[in-house]
C-alpha cells in the first residue's frame, strides 16, 4: 500500500551536517521526499508533537533536546512507508539497532538518536499535520 510517514532528522544530526547522507538512505528505498522543511521549534512545540509521551520519565529531556537546534522534516511517500522507514532508523537505542541501520550508524544515544519515524497510520496522520498542510504535499 502506497502511504505516507512523517521522519524527522533531529537536531544532533542537522548539527553534524548529515541530513543528505540519511535522507538517501530513504531515497535509495524508493521512499519519496514529498514534503520537506528546515525549522527550529520552540520547548512548547516540541511538546506539542510529542503529547503522546507527556507522562513519561523523558518528556521533559526529549523536548529540551528536539528545541535545543534545528531539525528537518519530510514526509516520505512509497510503498509501505511506515515499516520501511522505521526499519530503516533501526531500534530506537542506537546501541541495540541493528548494524547499518541509521541510529546505529549516526545515534550518540537513546534520546540523540538522530532520527524519528510515525509509529502508525494514525500517528503519520497526526504528525504530518502537525507541520504541513494538504498544499505543501507534493506528490
Ligand atoms: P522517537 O522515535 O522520536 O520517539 C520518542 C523519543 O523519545 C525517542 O525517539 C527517543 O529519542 C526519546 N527517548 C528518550 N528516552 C527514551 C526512553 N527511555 N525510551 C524511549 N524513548 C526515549
Known amino acids: 500500500m502506497i502511504q505516507a510517514t512523517l521522519a524527522i ?3 544532533d ?3 553534524r551536517n548529515i541530513v543528505g547522507q540519511i535522507l538517501r538512505r530513504a531515497e535509495d ?3 519519496a521526499v514529498v514534503a520537506i522543511k528546515r525549522l527550529h521549534l520552540t520547548k512548547k512545540q516540541a511538546a506539542g508533537f ?3 509521551h507527556r507522562n513519561k520519565s ?4 526529549l523536548t529540551d533536546f528536539m528545541s535545543e537546534g534545528p531539525i528537518v522534516v519530510v514526509v516520505l511517500r512509497g510503498e509501505g512507508s511506515i515499516r520501511k522507514w522505521r526499519d530503516l532508523m533501526g531500534a530506537t537505542d542506537p546501541v541495540k539497532a541493528s548494524p547499518g541501520t541509521i541510529r546505529a550508524l549516526f545515534g550518540e544515544s537513546i ?3 538522530s532520527t524519528h519515524g510515525s ?3 494514525e500517528s503519520a496522520c497526526f504528525e504530518i499535520g502537525y507541520f504541513f498542510s494538504g498544499l505543501d504535499l507534493v506528490k
Open 9 to 11: 532528522i533531529k537536531p
Open 13 to 15: 544530526a542537522t548539527k
Open 29 to 31: 528505498q524508493d521512499l
Open 50 to 52: 510529542y503529547s503522546v
Open 58 to 61: 523523558f518528556f521533559d529531556d
Open 111 to 113: 534520546e540523540r538518536n
Open 119 to 121: 509509529d502508525s497510520p
